[in-house]
């Protein structure tokens, strides 16, 4: 089955610990993005990757950091300059023009 | 900057239509997109629409563009409690963003039985 999958579902962080959350795609899609959503903010654009090895700033990339070595991956990691971390935190992959498809989501929580 | 507007509560009854209103401001948008959100989970597409068409049907959807005034309608027919959900408008294309999609906050439909 072909789709994009995002581990752990739910992660718990202490203040001041730096996490990594994982996304993963097997679509061949070339782009890809995180995204943070808040209640009532709707989604928010952290970073995207238009290709490996490649990516950009998104709307609030402060105390955000990501990597993009492989086509497949594109890891996001909460350092402990984020603030206010605890969300809903989604990735997308996307081909071309086209709709994105977008994985279940990690929620973040800081205890 | 773009920019997509959308209302962010609409409360119906079982059986009755939805009409979820989205604005965009990117005129150079090659397609428009409305997702749904069901509660701790991603987004799924629910349909889409090339911005030189007026109208979408697909079974119970159904999807108005008026591009003279950047206005985006989702109307849904006999709505279902499942039906209950986050809605989100998009739009896309080259000509924005570095073709990223543009999100609205998403409204949330309420369902009453």
């Known amino acids: 089955d072909g789709g994009i999958t995002q581990s752990p579902k739910y992660l718990f962080r202490k203040e001041g610990q730096n996490v990594t959350l994982s996304c993963e795609q097997n679509?061949?899609?070339?782009?890809m993005y995180w995204y943070r959503q808040d209640p009532g903010q709707g989604l928010r654009l952290i970073y995207y990757?238009?290709?490996?090895?490649?990516?950009q700033k998104g709307d609030i990339a402060e105390g955000y950091s990501v990597s993009r070595e492989k086509k497949e991956s594109f890891p996001l990691t909460v350092t402990s300059a984020q603030k206010n971390p605890t969300a809903f935190y989604l990735c997308?992959?996307?081909f071309g023009e086209g709709e994105q498809f977008f994985g279940p989501g990690t929620r973040l929580t800081v205890l | 900057g773009e920019d997509v507007e959308q209302s962010l509560f609409l409360s119906v009854r079982e059986g009755d239509s939805s009409v979820i209103n989205c604005t965009y401001t990117?005129?150079?948008?090659?397609?428009l997109y409305w997702y749904k959100q069901e509660p701790g989970a991603g987004l799924q597409l629910l349909t889409y629409?090339?911005?030189?068409?007026d109208m979408k049907q697909d079974q119970r959807l159904t999807v108005l563009l008026n591009k003279k005034d950047k206005h985006l309608s989702l109307r849904i027919a006999d709505t279902q409690t499942g039906d209950s959900a986050i809605y989100f408008c998009?739009?896309?294309?080259?000509?924005?963003?570095?073709?990223?999609?543009?999100f609205g906050k998403g409204t949330k439909l309420s369902v009453k039985p």
């Open positions: 997308a992959s996307r």
């Open positions: 679509l061949n899609h070339d782009a």
């Open positions: 990757s238009q290709i490996v090895n490649d990516f």
């Open positions: 990117d005129s150079s948008s090659t397609y």
């Open positions: 629409i090339f911005s030189n068409m």
């Open positions: 998009a739009e896309g294309g080259l000509g924005g963003s570095q073709g990223n999609l543009i």
